[in-house]
Every structure is written in structure tokens, then in C-alpha cells.
């Protein structure tokens, strides 16, 4: 798969991807003899796993440490998992900050749906909810 190709699939940038490949986030594509990156089966799960871990917020640090670590063998699996830990609680802290804000966006539309059904619109509907 070219990188157009992969760039239209995924919805990324040619230069996003030629990032990720710089700086580690993927490993190395190989290349046609004219120098064109011929992205592989493999080469597009590592683009999925990227985007999917970047999209949940996981620092490009970490996920060039993961593929370091990947390169250097089974050796480095606990290494590995303990990265995929830390990940997960990094992306756990996000989605309670986004379940917090989707509480109080649903009290807040549940006092409007009251004001509009009692044609009075309470403080509680422009405020956020009192824990």
C-alpha cells in the first residue's frame, strides 16, 4: 500500500505518517526500488496502534519506547506490558475527566428538558450541578 493509500484509509497526513516513521512511532517501511514507502500488512497494524493509542492520548515518548522495545525482542515483553499499565491508566484518568464533564452536560439538558416542559428555567440549568 502506498502512502496515499494508507493516508486516505486512516484519514491521516502524509506528514503525520512520515513522523511517526521518523522518530520511531512505527518501525522502519520498507521501500520499492524507486524509494515509494510499500506500507505491508504488518506495517499497517503498527499505523492502526499508533493512531489508536495517539487518539486515547498516549505520548509519542512512550509509544517510540514500545517500539524500541518490540525490536529487541521477547525479552522485553514485561517492559512492554508494564508501558501498555501505564498507558491504561493515563488513558482511565481521561475517560473519568470525559464521564465527569458527560454528567454534567446530561443534568444540565435534563433541567432543560424540566424548563421547557414548566416554562421555568432554574439557576441549576445555567449552573453545573452541586455535588
Do not use: H
Not at 506528514?15 to 515509494?36: A, F, M, Q, S, W
Not at 517492559?79 to 452536560?105: C, F, G, P, S
Amino acid at each position: 500500500m502506498t502512502i496515499k493509500e494508507v493516508c486516505e484509509k486512516y484519514d491521516i497526513t502524509p506528514d503525520t505518517l512520515r513522523y511517526y516513521e521518523r522518530v520511531g512511532v512505527i518501525p522502519e517501511v520498507n521501500r520499492t526500488k524507486g524509494g515509494i514507502r510499500d506500507f505491508s500488512e504488518e506495517d499497517i497494524k503498527w499505523v492502526e496502534n499508533a493512531i489508536c493509542m495517539r487518539s486515547a492520548g498516549v505520548p509519542v515518548e512512550m509509544l517510540i519506547e514500545y517500539v524500541k522495545l518490540y525490536r529487541e525482542g521477547d525479552s522485553t515483553m514485561e517492559a512492554r506490558k508494564n508501558l501498555l499499565v501505564e498507558a491504561r491508566v493515563a488513558v482511565q484518568e481521561n475517560l473519568n475527566k470525559y464521564q465527569a464533564t458527560m454528567d454534567k452536560i446530561n443534568y444540565k439538558i435534563s433541567r432543560y428538558e424540566e424548563a421547557i416542559k414548566t416554562g421555568v428555567l432554574s439557576w441549576d440549568a445555567e449552573n453545573t450541578k452541586k455535588d
